[in-house]
């Protein structure tokens, strides 16, 4: 059976200051990794996706993924993370049969 | 434009009751999923198909049932018998296998009272 694990729940930090959010998930055969946000009140929105070749992936608003196949890992990161930043972010594993989320992270930006 | 309807957006039902929520698509996707969004949990898979007349039960499908008797159509029953009904459902759906990029419906607010 194939899960996605966020480690954090909740995470507060400044503006300026350095986002990682932690993704592992589980699943033997081939992955595509996904990183959504959803801003409050809005509708899901890919940040940024994995289906092979460099496993560092850079999406939209300044956002990068490091997908790590030893660790089962696909972790987010944003050097310097703005008040607009707020919201949740979710990692999604897709293999060829199902498509599973993560439970989600919540990020405070606080100006 | 193509896309992902899902009907209706807000929904109140009584407890006991069952309701449908129409998830529709004109895409030509093969692949259709019923998820449910509660805070702090994320979105948790209710059911998924990959063809017609064919469908797989996900991670919370106790209390739900669903049919795909078209492609462009992938409804989802919430019975009685689910205990804690009140949620936000999305629907998605993606052509062939995975890879492929994902389409999102806009969402349906069940409340049961």
């Known amino acids: 059976a194939q899960s996605v694990s966020q480690h954090n729940h909740h995470v507060i930090l400044s503006e300026a200051a350095s986002l990682e959010l932690g993704c592992n998930y589980s699943y033997g055969g081939t992955v595509n990794l996904f990183w959504y946000v959803q801003y409050p009140g809005q509708h899901l929105q890919l940040l940024l996706k994995y289906f092979s070749g460099d496993p560092l992936v850079k999406g939209i608003k300044g956002f990068e993924a490091e997908f790590i196949k030893s660790k089962f890992s696909f972790n987010l990161r944003k050097p310097s993370v703005q008040w607009s930043d707020t919201a949740e972010y979710f990692c999604?594993?897709?293999?060829?049969?199902?498509?599973?989320f993560g439970a989600g992270t919540t990020v405070t930006v606080r100006a | 434009d193509g896309g992902i309807t899902q009907s209706p957006k807000y929904l109140f039902r009584k407890e006991g009751q069952n309701v449908t929520l129409s998830c529709e698509q004109n895409l030509n996707h093969d692949a259709m999923y019923w998820y449910r969004q509660d805070p702090g949990q994320g979105l948790r898979l209710i059911y998924y198909?990959?063809?017609?007349?064919?469908?797989q039960k996900g991670d919370i499908a106790e209390g739900y049932s669903v049919s795909r008797e078209k492609k462009e159509s992938f409804p989802l029953t919430v019975t009685s018998a689910q205990k804690n009904p009140t949620a936000f459902y999305l629907c998605a759906s993606h052509r062939g296998f995975s890879g492929n990029t994902i389409y999102f419906g806009e969402g349906s607010w069940l409340t049961v009272v």
């Open positions: 198909s990959q063809i017609v007349n064919d469908f």
């Open positions: 999604a594993l897709h293999n060829d049969y199902k498509l599973s």
